[in-house]
């Protein structure tokens, strides 16, 4: 099964890391890539399961596996200890895409440059602490433009021009698939 390219969207809360997965997706699924999202909830008590439904009734009784069969969807439940999975087991998830956009596990991929990060930012000082932090960036979305700081990363807005950073995210995946 091949792997997918991975890019990580990182920054702060509300800085536009989902919109910018959204224009991406939906940019990228037009030109045909098989994309995959992994989102970080980081909530300690956060389940996808809803208490009485008989997918949570079944979880209770023991199973450690429940799938949800409906005629447009299939959602897959594990009750797992997910605390200490590494970005590796978290991306196993995703074979046969070719493109797995991560938003969040910020310590899984701040140091890793094997992974290209898109760092959504508010301010300038969110850019620069990006730059000395994530290695390597692709480029920077979010409220603020970062034109100014000279940074040579390019800076996109994600809502006026959301074809510009799919073309670098379609060139990164055409290195990825070169290596």
């Known amino acids: 099964m091949k792997k997918p390219t991975v890019i990580a969207v990182v920054g702060s809360k509300s800085s536009g890391k ?18 995959a999202v992994v989102k970080h909830i980081p909530e300690p008590n956060f389940t996808i399961d809803k ?3 008989d997918t949570w009734r079944f979880a209770q009784s023991g199973a450690k596996t429940i799938l949800s069969v409906a ?22 998830r995703c074979g046969g895409h070719d493109i797995a956009f991560i938003e969040g596990f910020r310590k ?3 140091k890793n440059k094997n992974i290209h990060k898109i760092v959504a930012v508010k301010s300038a ?9 994530f290695e390597p960036i692709l480029a920077f979305t979010g409220s603020y433009s970062t034109e100014d700081l000279n940074t040579k990363i390019p800076y996109v807005d994600m809502l006026k021009n959301p074809e510009r950073i799919a073309d670098v995210v379609e060139k990164a995946t055409r290195k990825h698939a070169d290596v």
């Open 51 to 53: 208490r009485g439904k």
């Open 71 to 92: 005629s447009n969807e299939v959602a897959t439940i594990e009750k797992v200890d997910a605390k200490n999975f590494s970005l590796k087991q978290i991306l196993k």
């Open 125 to 133: 000082e969110e850019a620069l602490e990006a730059v000395k932090n």
């Open 18 to 35: 989902t919109t910018t997965i959204e224009a991406l997706t939906r940019e990228l699924t037009k030109r045909s890539y098989k994309i």
């Open 108 to 110: 899984l991929v701040t």
